[in-house]
């Protein structure tokens, strides 16, 4: 059974907590240093986890906090796998685990990076300049982006329906929401250059994974979609073999692709199509595990009224106070019944994807030992 006490107060308690579970796990550990300190002075890392089982070719990438203060799931589902595969059992393909791929959002509750940068909108692929903005971005900026500090005396609400009564939600989302390289103070902004998470994962992922034939990755992400519901979002066109795993292992109605227009929007510079685009494995299955919290008018006042706080405000106002305990809110709900529900998805989502692994078939299993965990028999969000 879940515990909502598996979510941590902060980065450095879950990155504690994380390279504990690990070691008691007997996982092997790496730490990545990004040169920038959290607010307590302590030094900010990437941590790498890597399960003892390398003698298979299949491969499950479990990965963190890529948008900063949405790490607190993330971060909950990988502790709360370890402690249960080091007490009870243990998963049959090799795992990687990726925690607080980016720190600085994390420990500063931010989503973004100390650059401002936007991480999920930083891969861009080698061919690919960092200019540009989507369609009427630039015309969206003075409402996004006013350079002043937030006050709850704006009508951000009736600005942003009269631009959605002007526009239509799925035209104002993906101008705002897209990714943009003109505004570096603004939101959604995806840097000038590869950002630092890019650059490790450039420099490691290959050898983490080396000698795999056959990867799944899971990136958990909170703030997108219906309150406590998930779904598997996909940022690169999928094969029929793709989809068809997809459908098998996680149901019908478990994903949705960026061009469907629904609850996704086509982003640029996602870790999805980069990953899937490097060819580190024959097969290789990214989604991003989005878990709703709040509504997206909510989602988008919180990220700009903090965007302001941090550009035009003071680190010690209260509006400031307000804004970030108010972002955290918003991609962490404190609510203890949503933190049950999306550990329970969390869980059945690896559940399945190590299942759905070790049942394939494979140019080499080596034999394992431990036990596959159990994952309740329910289908797929």
């Known amino acids: 059974m879940r515990k909502a006490q598996a979510f941590s107060p902060d980065y450095a308690t879950a990155r504690h907590r994380f390279r504990q579970a690990a070691s008691r796990a007997g996982w092997s550990l790496e730490a990545h240093p990004i040169g920038v300190a959290g607010p307590t002075g302590d030094e900010l890392t990437v941590d790498v986890a890597c399960s003892p089982i390398q003698d298979t070719d299949k491969s499950l990438v479990v990965s963190s906090g890529l948008h900063g203060v949405e790490g607190f799931l993330g971060s909950a589902v990988q502790i709360e796998l370890l402690e249960e595969w080091d007490s009870r059992s243990a998963s049959p393909v090799r ?13 500063w509750i931010r989503r973004v990076d100390e650059h401002n940068v936007d991480p999920n909108r930083n891969f861009l692929l080698p061919q690919e300049r960092y200019e540009g903005s989507p369609e009427g971005s630039a015309g969206l900026d003075g409402l996004l982006n006013p350079q002043c500090p937030p006050s709850w005396r704006e009508p951000f609400a009736l600005k942003a329906l009269w631009a959605v009564a002007r526009h239509g939600m799925p035209a104002l989302r993906q101008a705002a929401a897209a990714g943009q390289y003109d505004f570096p103070r603004g939101l959604f902004f995806g840097g000038t250059g590869p950002s630092r998470t890019h650059q490790l994962l450039g420099e490691n992922l290959e050898r983490w994974l080396r000698g795999s034939r056959d990867v799944v990755h899971l990136d958990f992400h909170t703030g997108l979609g219906p309150k406590g519901t998930c779904k598997l979002m996909i940022d690169y066109p999928l094969s029929t073999r793709q989809r068809k795993r997809l459908t098998d292992w996680f149901g019908t109605d478990s994903f949705e692709e960026s061009e469907s ?10 870790l999805g199509r980069w990953c899937v685009a490097r060819n580190l494995a024959p097969d290789y299955l990214f989604a991003f595990a989005e878990f709703g ?14 965007n302001q706080a941090q550009h035009w405000g003071t680190p010690t106002a209260a509006s400031t106070v307000r804004a970030k305990h108010r972002l955290r809110e918003l991609f962490c709900p404190s609510a203890e019944a949503w933190r049950l529900q999306v550990l329970d998805h969390s869980f059945d989502l690896v559940a399945r994807a190590v299942r759905g692994l070790a049942g394939s078939p494979s140019s080499h299993v080596g034999p394992v030992t431990a036990e596959q965990p159990a994952a309740p028999d329910r289908g797929g969000s």
């Open 261 to 270: 227009g629904n609850t996704a929007y086509n982003v640029r510079g996602g």
């Open 95 to 107: 795992c990687v685990f990726l925690h607080g791929l980016n720190p600085y959002g994390f420990a």
């Open 293 to 306: 919290t709040y509504g997206l008018m909510q989602v988008l006042a919180g990220l700009r009224a903090e």
